[in-house]
């Protein structure tokens, strides 16, 4: 099996803090998948974290920004805090949005409108200069899980075949590089595109990154919904999430500008890449080799925010999950076996049953020899 690229990529020092902490669903976040000499424990549900940082956000702090196709606002809301936000729904209306998310999008309609600088619904991602004001420009536009507009929870597959045919990746990548040409113009000096999506089929079929024509891809973070607090994912016309522990945020430039901080440093990037370039060494097996969490968990930006993903790192993790977890049950069983022997001696006290049943038992046969 395919192991986790870790060329260009980074990830949040709140997820991986958490994932060494025992945190299965962060750990997959980080790792994707077991390898081919640890097998992590079966995943579970996202809100079995219940971690909520804002770490997230803070990439975007005192910045200008551009949420495009935010279905329910809730990640628009999550930024508001932060930065300046600009936040467009292709929902038509408000009432349209309550169609689709139900009453419960009415708080998070409020709030958006109350933190954000301005809310726009209506806004076509292919067509952004159409609904948004003359000679406005966005330090960051951000787009989270695009796909063509399909019905009945169809998110990423074709309108007419309702499969993910090759229409559908079509129509897609379509759709991901006309919002590429789009938010060109809309980018300040120094400003980035970043687009958060799953990478495993049919997404990954789309090749993302190939649909930016003209921009530098930088990297990417890995995504985590618990540090966009309150944001929830959800399909397009249903009130309903879906998973995203593949999830990336790909980030994408359009020149060297350095007016602005760059969201993944890119001296880091390099060294990154050229490191894991000769890089051939197994760290799976962490038996005899020394690994410092604090070194792992040296951030790379100024912000203090981010870290490198490295191979050694994924093997780390894992090994702190599985760990945590064998001894989890292993307590568990042990507290167990404590509960059910004090059960017993309680019902011996009571009377409940004799204390030998062996004993018992030759009472009773020799009663009956006696008859």
């Known amino acids: 099996r395919m192991e986790r690229d870790c060329r260009e990529l980074f990830a949040l020092e709140a997820t991986l803090a958490c994932a060494f902490g025992g945190c ?7 790792c994707l998948r077991s390898s081919s000499r640890v097998r992590l424990p079966p995943n579970e549900r996202p809100e079995s974290c219940t971690r909520a940082s804002s770490e997230g956000a803070e990439l975007y702090k005192n910045l200008k920004v551009l949420t495009v196709g935010d279905g329910d606002l809730s990640f628009s809301v999550a930024l508001a805090p932060h930065c300046t936000v600009v936040a467009t729904t292709l929902a038509p209306d408000v009432d349209d949005l309550k169609r689709r998310y139900g009453d419960n999008v009415k708080k998070t309609i409020a709030t958006a409108e109350a933190g954000t600088k301005d809310v726009v619904y209506g806004v076509d991602a292919a067509k952004l200069r159409e609904a948004l004001p003359e000679q406005s420009s966005y330090d960051r536009i951000v787009f989270n899980f695009p796909c063509v507009d399909a019905v009945n929870g169809m998110d990423g597959q074709s309108p007419e075949t309702h499969r993910a045919d090759a229409d559908a990746v079509a129509a897609n990548r379509s759709l991901l590089t006309a919002f590429a040409k789009a ?12 687009v958060a999506h799953k990478t495993i089929p049919p997404f990954s079929w789309w090749r993302l990154p190939s649909c930016f024509a003209g921009y530098a891809y930088r990297g990417a973070v890995v995504f985590d919904r618990n540090s966009y607090r309150p944001y929830v994912n959800r399909k397009a016309h249903e009130n309903k999430s879906f998973t995203a522990n593949d999830a990336l945020v790909h980030v994408f430039a359009c020149d060297d500008d350095l007016g602005l901080t760059p969201t993944l440093p890119w001296s880091a990037v390099r060294s990154q890449r050229d490191d894991l370039d000769g890089a051939s060494a197994e760290f799976d097996n962490l038996e005899g080799t020394f690994y410092d969490r604090a070194d792992l968990l040296k951030t790379a930006d100024e912000r203090g925010l981010l870290v490198p993903v490295t191979p050694l790192l994924l093997a ?23 509960k059910n022997k004090s059960r017993k001696k309680q019902k011996r006290e009571e009377g409940g049953f004799p204390t030998t049943t062996g004993g018992a038992t030759q009472k009773k046969n020799k009663a009956r020899r006696r008859k």
Do not use: D, F, N, W
């Open 24 to 30: 299965v669903v962060c750990a997959y976040k980080v």
């Open 183 to 194: 938010a060109k113009p809309l980018l300040a000096p120094g400003g980035e595109v970043h």
């Open 316 to 338: 780390a993790i894992r090994h702190a999950v599985t760990t945590k977890k064998t001894m989890t049950t292993t307590t568990s069983s042990s507290s167990q076996e404590k």
